[in-house]
């Protein structure tokens, strides 16, 4: 029995101001450290302890690993950084108030990119300095590779690709599997684990702070799924 546990970074300094960050690499609030080390105290609660923590390459979740790992006494684990558990890219919306690109594009074109499947934002141009290839992070990838506006269904591409070759295993091994991430690089894949719909993904929100439970046999059969922040099962 593997258990993956699902942990959307706390608040970060641009949820906080309300901005599209996808890429973009923001550290957490003072608000979102204290969610961190507060789901650090619900894994331990639960004796939720993993055997290897996964993370994307970008600074909120990095740090919301470590200071849940901290708070656990539990920092001996490896910890694997995968620039496929980034967040979505969210294009030229990166850094741009979300209630004034509602305005600007209409309530409909807003929910559709944010929470529908194959709809992206609009791309970002050649020579925009929010271009993943400014970055050093991103020096060692194939620049064509590297996404300048993506739909869930392409973020769900690549955090598949990442969840079949180096999650997968583990947790088919038994192991408990930490994986630290984002609103929808975490969306792409419970739509994966609970089979939903593009219609049913609309609706699902991930709560930043809170670990989300996926217990699995060694079939990779998923057996139950848990809330431990709220102390029940659905
Ligand atoms: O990238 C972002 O702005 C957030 O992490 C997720 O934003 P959303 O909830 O608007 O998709």
Redesign the pocket.
């Known amino acids: 029995m593997g258990r993956l546990i699902l942990l959307r970074h706390g608040q ?1 300094l ?2 906080k101001e309300n ?4 890429w973009t690499d923001v550290d957490l609030s003072e608000e979102g450290i204290e969610e961190a080390k507060r789901a650090g105290e619900i894994l331990l609660k639960h004796d939720l302890l993993p055997d290897i923590c996964f993370t994307s390459w970008l600074k909120r979740a990095i740090h919301t690993a470590q200071l849940a790992l901290k708070e656990m006494e539990w920092e001996q684990i490896d910890c694997i950084k995968s620039w496929k558990l980034n ?2 890219h ?1 294009g030229a919306w990166q850094c741009h108030n ?1 209630d004034a690109i509602r305005k600007e594009v209409g309530d409909e074109m807003f929910m559709a990119v ?2 529908g499947y194959d709809t992206s934002p609009p791309p970002l141009q050649d020579g925009d300095p929010r271009l993943a290839e400014n970055d050093p992070k991103y020096r060692k990838l194939d620049p064509s590779s590297l996404p300048r506006g993506e739909s869930l269904k392409a973020t769900r591409k690549r955090v598949l690709n990442y969840f079949a070759e180096a999650i997968a295993p583990e947790l088919a091994r038994g192991k408990d599997l930490l994986v630290s991430a ?3 690089s975490l969306r792409a894949l419970v739509m994966a684990i609970e089979h939903l719909t593009p219609a049913e993904i609309v609706e699902v929100e991930i709560p930043t702070g809170e670990p989300i439970v996926y217990v699995f046999d060694e079939t990779l059969h998923l057996l139950r799924k848990e809330r431990p922040a709220r102390f029940s099962k659905d």
Not at 19 to 22: A, I, N, P, R, W
């Open positions: 970060s641009y949820n901005l599209f960050t996808g967040e979505r969210y979300k944010r929470r984002h609103g929808n």
